[in-house]
Nanobody, 130 residues
Framework: QVQLVESGGGSVQAGGSLRLSCAAS????????MGWFRQAPGKEREGVAA????????YYADSVKGRFTISQDIAKNTVYLQMNSLKPEDTAMYYC???????????????????????WGKGTLVTISS
């Protein structure tokens, strides 16, 4: 059984930083695409960032490039999302997700697609005030 537990959400002012963590209880951490997604009130869920566990290749949504960094600690089966220069429009519930892929995360043409992910955490809330 796969369990993903997010932590690190909170409320900060615009321009501030937060680091989210996703602890993965997973049979085999290797060979997984681990992603962060977010959903703001009244909006569809969108992909933010992803990382392939075996080679560390990362993917980012255009809206967060240069501000967010996804990373992992393989020894801890944990994925992080460092969020800097936060904006009010970053306010959302943030979810960690995972899916097993042999060769890497999917070849997303543009958006990081949540349809490709199989396992989801319960989310952690991020609120950015102006």
């Amino acid at each position: 059984q796969v369990q993903l537990v997010e932590s690190g959400g909170g409320s900060v002012q615009a321009g501030g930083s937060l680091r989210l963590s996703c602890a993965a209880s997973i049979y085999t951490y290797s060979g997984n695409c681990m992603g962060w997604f977010r959903q703001a009130p009244g909006k569809e869920r969108e992909g933010v960032a992803a990382i392939y566990t075996d080679n560390g290749i990362t993917y980012y949504a255009d809206s967060v490039k240069g501000r967010f960094t996804i990373s992992q600690d393989i020894a801890k089966n944990t994925v992080y999302l460092q969020m800097n220069s936060l904006k009010p429009e970053d306010t959302a519930m943030y979810y960690c997700a995972a899916a097993a892929f042999v060769h890497g995360c999917p070849e997303w043409a543009g958006e990081i697609d949540d349809d490709d992910m199989d396992y989801w955490g319960k989310g952690t809330l991020v609120t950015i005030s102006s």
